[in-house]
């Protein structure tokens, strides 16, 4: 029997998730610097998004705007409320560069954010005013733990939050999701987590699909047992959907069919409901078409939507 995932409606087993895309936004509030381009942050719009990918069989999205940079817990219930898309929520931290310098994510110590993020995961989310230090915790918990690799690497301040973060997932057991981009180390990064003690079957690498062109980096990442997220579909600035299918396609030949995840990284501008493409249906109704044509089966697309988010956000036993 698997452990239960945590959506902001509470508990529930993996196998209720249905159709899953595992790294969306579908309700961002604010944005540092602010910039309209980053906002999603009409209630009614974001509901109009998810209720049509509901109807067309979407089950759960996992919303992966952390907290204290425009993750708004009240709004993400109520929109899983109304829609009935399940919605898995994240603690943790984004890249430093989206937060003001008066912002406490810079001066919290590690202890003091591990019981931040521990407590977003165990008994609720904060509803939290951005810079200012959050006070008020709803009912609502997240589901994971987002963390942000930039290009800086692990100095000083980031790994005071990979540490703070990692201690988390450990006491937990909720998975731990990195943002990836270019000309960061995710293999580092990954030995880091490791050195510490959290376990790579609990770490979610996304974006390499865009970020690190080595496909050996993403095998190897695969071999320690972590999972990778890619979502550079629908989107033709990166590359084609043909180029996504074949990076597919490698890790299907390799063997790793099992730990990958497939999802959009929506942002304003390519949600329908906020006048954008391709929208959040986009997966459904034309990227898994274009995997079958293009020979991967219906088994193994199961798996990257159903099965993998299923076993991959549920709690991991904390003695694994
Ligand atoms: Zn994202």
Redesign the pocket.
């Known amino acids: 029997m698997l452990n239960p995932v945590t959506t902001v409606l509470g508990d529930i087993p993996g196998s209720a998730l249905g159709f899953c895309q595992s790294?969306?936004?579908v309700y961002i509030s604010f944005s540092h610097p602010v910039s309209v381009e980053q906002l999603i942050d009409d209630p009614d719009k974001s509901l109009m998004e998810l209720l049509a990918y509901f109807r067309a069989g979407g089950g759960a999205v996992v919303d992966?705007?952390p907290l204290g940079c425009g993750r708004n817990a009240a709004i993400l219930s109520s929109l899983a409320r109304q829609s009935g898309v399940h919605i898995i929520a994240s603690t943790g931290f984004h890249k430093l560069s989206y937060y003001p310098e008066n912002h406490w994510i810079h001066s919290l110590s590690e202890d003091h954010l591990a019981h931040i993020f521990t407590g977003e995961l165990e008994q609720g989310m904060y509803l939290d005013g951005g810079a200012v230090f959050p006070q008020k915790q709803c009912s609502a918990r997240a589901g994971q733990i987002k963390t942000a690799l930039d290009r800086e690497g692990l100095t000083p301040r980031y790994r005071r939050l990979f540490t703070a973060a990692a201690a988390a997932a450990v006491k937990t057991g909720k998975p731990l999701m990195v943002?990836v981009e270019q000309s960061s180390d995710p293999a580092a990064l990954s030995d880091f987590l490791q050195d510490i003690g959290l376990p790579p079957e609990q770490i979610i690498f996304?974006?390499l699909d865009r970020a690190v062109p080595d496909r050996r980096v993403h095998r190897e990442i695969c071999r320690r047992g972590s999972c990778l997220e890619y979502?550079t579909i629908g989107r033709p600035k990166y590359h084609d959907d043909l180029e996504e299918i074949t990076l597919i396609r490698g890790l299907l030949e390799a063997g790793y069919g099992t730990r990958l995840l497939l999802s959009m990284?929506?942002t304003r501008g390519r949600l329908r409901s906020y006048g954008g493409v391709p929208g959040l249906t986009y997966i459904i109704e034309q990227f898994i078409p274009q995997m079958l044509d293009w020979g991967i089966d219906r088994e193994q697309i199961e798996g990257f939507f159903v099965k993998n988010p299923a076993r991959i956000f549920a709690s991991h036993s904390r003695n694994s």
Do not use: F, G, L, P
Request: hydrophobic letters at 10%.
């Open positions: 790294h969306e936004h992966a705007q943002h996304c974006h979502d990284d929506t």
